[in-house]
């Protein structure tokens, strides 16, 4: 008999345990974006970084707190307020790509958004064309094509 009860403390335990593995960050923040996704459109790869600010609202009742952002690749970075901000402020999630450090052609790149909202994860892509032009030099009325 104890061991059928000290079976089902167990098996109780590691459900209850499972359960709190999965439920979502508590509080009443809510993070809102204005706008979840942003197209370049055609970039010179060699023109230098490229930015842009997603600005956002906490829609919650108690603060909200940005934890991390997170990119797909190194040539692209995050930069956020590591301040609170409180019900019903706003905020700016300001992304810096740098078309140099990756390949040409169509990217879609993705960050993720860590924080305290009720969500607790959001995501946001930047997208567009990076384009890479051959350098043409002009010499004694020749064209040289590199």
């Not at 061991?3 to 809510?30: N, R, Y």
């Not at 019900?87 to 993705?110: L, M």
Request: net charge positive; aromatic share 8%.
């Amino acid at each position: 008999m104890r061991k059928l009860l000290f079976f089902w403390i167990a098996s109780l335990l590691c459900v209850m345990q499972a359960e709190a593995k999965e439920q979502k960050p508590t509080g009443d923040a809510l993070l809102l974006l204005h706008e979840k996704s942003h197209n370049f459109g055609d970039v010179e790869r060699r023109g230098g970084d490229l930015i842009y600010e997603f600005t956002f609202k906490n829609g919650g009742t108690t603060p909200l707190v940005l934890t991390r952002v997170v990119t797909s690749c190194s040539c692209l970075k995050g930069h956020f307020q590591r301040k609170p901000v409180p019900a019903g402020g706003e905020g700016v999630i300001r992304i810096v790509y740098e078309p140099q450090k990756s390949e040409p052609g169509v990217f879609n790149k993705v960050i993720q958004i860590y924080s305290n909202s009720r969500e607790g994860r959001e995501v946001i892509t930047v997208q567009g064309n990076a384009l890479d032009h051959p350098k043409v030099k002009v010499k004694n009325e020749k064209i040289k094509i590199k």
